[in-house]
């Protein structure tokens, strides 16, 4: 007899077993012990992450003899749904049994009295694939189900269901499960299955599972396999083609002091041993991301992927400008991939390409000779040569060298009174529904340029047609404004995320001065008329008609074209 996979072992059985999803399990443990459970029910989320499982409980619960404490697991009702032979607990999977005949024999069926139990509950597994015609005649049962039927309906893609059946359902949706929840609960089950399971390697099987807790009891079942007895990162590494944090880190390293020979070997070796080097690239990004964020704040908490150590050796010989530069190298490199017959060139390019990003500018310096103990005069300059040919001897008549900072460009920023226009054209259920939009984006794992730099934001306003968001970041400040970038911005949220606003961002400081400025100049009444935004028109986002890098445009953008005006310098003689 085969045995049971871990994914199976160690199903949960009782609502105190569940990891993660503790709204979920709340509110249907609630809904038990009130005697008010609704006669269905749609659970939707990413695979693994415990729809079905849910499902089995809440079935198993409201058949369950001791109502206190449903499920008991003892009672005839519990075993019997535990050996998978309860009369009145019907599974079907949607993917197998489509066609409309297979529903209408579940409705003439569902019309009996249980046989068993309270309630006759079907449990409808990948709902979605239902035909049209099936699903139609679904929606015919849950309109007017009989009072002793509960349907539960469990999806990984909710927006394929009819809006109707959705409409007459209580929808739950199921989040990725957190990653230190699913190291812990490995953990957990190495030592109860007597193997020992490396804390960095339950780590690593967390990351790579995703937020599914299904596919992390996979991955650690065959490194079981592999490595008979202890499981360490190496392991790991191994059997999937991953490098360590500490070899992507000394890549990086060797990539910003423009090591080229030693970053090709790397990666010529890296294909040798088969690691996608693609994964690699999105890998990368999360470590610079870390990078910049701890080089920034210095905050070990904000760091997603790698320790305060860690994060300051990657980041010790760049700034956080060049660090951005480098996620940008690899941010275009993502789409090359899939168009490109060597992932191994692509890869390769995008760190050539990051070298370049790397690189500091020339510094110059600014040479003038006078004699002995006459006296300093602004003169013209009459050699420029680089730093590191200076040479360091002073002579006696020749005075140290004169230093001439390099020009540092102005920082798109907004001002106070920017500030201010925003904070009085916003509303709490603006901000609200905003961030519930961007919840998937804020804590998921897109790689992408634009999700990458609002993750390094928070949401501070919204209303009808502007959002703000602030940074403690000043680089994702200026990025976010600069007007190329804001353009792709509005696209990215209007087209993805449905929030058809400007976008624009804030650093902290500003911002923190703006509300309290806010606060007093509305105790006096002194607070400035509502200037409209306007956003940015069709033709406009297409780059047909306005050129977007002209401060005149952005101007008009924020404060309206009629409150703009251009004065033309016509020049002196």
């Known amino acids: 007899m085969s045995r049971l996979a871990l994914y199976q072992k160690y199903r949960s059985n009782d609502f105190d077993e569940v990891v993660g999803q503790e709204y979920v399990v709340r509110s249907v443990r609630n809904a038990i012990r009130t005697g008010k459970v609704g006669h269905a029910y749609l659970f939707c989320g990413p695979r693994g992450t415990g729809k079905t499982t849910m499902a089995r409980l809440l079935a198993k619960a409201v058949n369950c003899e001791n109502p206190a404490e449903a499920p008991c697991g003892h009672c005839a009702s519990c075993l019997s749904a535990n050996e998978g032979t309860h009369p009145d607990i ?111 390697a339950a780590e690593k099987i967390a990351e790579l599972a995703d937020g599914g807790m299904r596919d992390a009891l996979s991955i650690l079942e065959q490194t079981v396999s592999y490595a008979q007895g202890e499981i360490t990162e190496e392991d790991i590494n191994q059997i ?104 191994a060139s692509c890869f390769e390019i995008a760190c050539m390409n990051m070298m370049v990003m790397n690189e500091p500018e020339t510094q110059t310096q600014t040479v003038r000779t006078v004699k002995k103990d006459e006296p300093v005069r602004e003169q013209p300059p009459v050699q420029t040569v680089p730093a590191e040919m200076q040479n360091t001897s002073e002579p006696e008549d020749i005075p140290a060298p004169v230093m001439e900072k390099p020009a540092v460009p102005e920082e798109k920023r907004l001002n106070i009174e920017e500030v201010l226009n925003l904070l009085l054209q916003s509303d709490k259920v603006s901000k609200s529904e905003d961030i519930a939009k961007l919840q998937s984006l804020m804590t998921g794992m897109q790689v992408d340029r634009c999700a990458v730099n609002l993750r390094s934001t928070t949401i501070a306003a919204s209303g009808k047609d502007s959002i703000l968001f602030v940074s403690k970041m000043p680089s994702i400040v200026a990025r976010m404004n600069e007007p190329e970038y804001n353009r792709e911005l509005y696209e990215y949220l209007r087209d993805r995320y449905k929030i058809d606003k400007m976008p624009f961002a804030a650093d902290q400081e500003t911002y923190d001065t703006a509300v309290q400025e806010f606060i007093r100049r509305r105790k006096d009444g002194t607070l400035p008329a509502v200037v409209p935004v306007n956003k940015y028109k069709e033709e406009t986002v297409s780059g047909e008609t306005e050129n977007l890098n002209d401060p005149v445009t952005r101007l008009t953008g924020l404060f309206g074209r009629d409150l703009v005006e251009v004065i033309e310098d016509g020049g002196r003689n």
């Open 90 to 200: 019907v599974e079907i999977n949607a993917a197998n049994e489509t066609h409309v005949e297979d529903i209408r024999d579940l409705i003439d069926r569902a019309r009996l009295s249980p046989m068993m139990g309270k309630h006759k509950i079907y449990i409808i597994d990948e709902v979605h694939q239902l035909s049209s015609s099936a699903a139609s005649a679904l929606l015919k049962t849950l309109e007017e189900p009989p009072s002793h039927v509960i349907f539960i309906l469990a999806t990984t893609d909710p927006q394929k269901l009819l809006p109707t059946i959705v409409s007459r359902c209580q929808r739950f949706d199921f989040s990725k499960v957190n990653k230190d929840q699913i190291r812990d609960h490995l953990l957990n089950i190495a030592e109860k299955e007597g193997f020992r399971l490396d804390a960095q």
């Open 240 to 343: 999937y083609g991953l490098a360590s944090a500490s070899q992507k880190i000394e890549l990086l390293k060797f990539i910003q002091k423009g090591d080229l020979s030693s970053v090709i070997e790397r990666i010529r070796a890296y294909e040798h041993r088969g690691i996608d080097l693609e994964r690699m690239n999105s890998e990368l990004i999360d470590i610079l991301r870390d990078t910049v964020i701890y080089k920034t704040t210095k905050k070990e908490n904000l760091l997603r992927v790698l320790n305060a150590e860690q994060a300051q050796k990657a980041g010790e010989d760049s700034t956080a400008g060049s660090l951005m530069k480098m996620i940008d190298a690899l941010m275009k490199a993502l789409d090359t991939y899939r168009i490109s017959q060597s992932a």
